[in-house]
């Protein structure tokens, strides 16, 4: 059953995220700058700073606890900044349009085929849309990169530990460009996962 969680406080993370069974992080304006450590850039837009604290609480929590989590674009980047990784603040790219309008295919991505994103997907390439202006840049610790695009930009991000389950993309499954539901497995394996880490803890 799906929960829509409000905006509470990083003090509250860890007893909502016990009565879950796994967590999805969703898209939206951009990760306070300063958290990183860098300053704001002329680009930066939809900061909610309340928003970002409560979020990374989450995603701690959802480690302590052992749930599973999917982070979609915004939900990558937070689930970078949340292991102490950076954001490039605004992507520029002579190659690939990484802010593409409307429901269509933006560019391909690599995967790498021994990864969570390998097993259900296959490694190689594959099509996304894009609707992002930031990326995970340094890579937080305890994460790994698992997708590519040409241009070098980080589209995947999973964690090492086997005993996790924690996978971030940055394009938006949930927007499908072409008829059918190409990235429906990703929500499944995360039903799953969310699944088995339940019935584990019982």
């Keep these: ?25 969703t898209g939206g304006g951009d990760v306070e700058p300063g958290i990183y450590g860098e300053q704001w850039h002329d680009a930066t837009y939809g900061v909610v700073g309340e928003r970002d604290a409560f979020e990374i609480a989450l ?6 606890l052992k749930r599973s989590a999917l982070g979609i674009c915004r939900g990558l ?15 520029s790219t002579d190659h690939i349009e990484h802010w ?20 259900i997907f296959g490694g190689g390439e594959r099509v996304v849309n894009s609707f992002h202006h930031q990326a995970a840049e340094k890579v937080g610790e305890g994460l790994r990169v698992t997708a590519t695009a040409a241009d070098g930009t980080i589209e995947a ?11 971030g993309v940055q394009w938006h499954p949930e927007r499908p460009w072409r008829p059918g539901s190409p990235d ?14 339940r019935l584990a803890s019982l």
Excluded: C, K, Y
């Excluded at 995603?59 to 302590?64: C, G, H, S």
């Design 1 to 25: 059953m799906p929960v829509i969680l409000p905006v509470l406080t990083p003090d509250d993370a860890e007893e909502i995220v016990a009565g879950l069974d796994g967590l999805l992080l």
């Design 157 to 167: 991000l999973e964690v090492i530990d086997e005993d996790e389950w924690l996978v």
């Design 100 to 119: 593409q309008p409307g429901f269509a295919s933006a560019h391909h991505v690599t995967i790498t085929e021994e990864s969570r994103l390998g097993s």
């Design 77 to 91: 980047q937070l689930l970078n900044v949340a292991h102490g990784g950076t954001l490039d603040r605004h992507v």
């Design 59 to 64: 995603v701690r929590a959802v480690q302590d």
């Design 184 to 197: 429906l497995p990703l929500f499944t394996a995360l039903v799953t996962e969310a699944r088995r880490s």
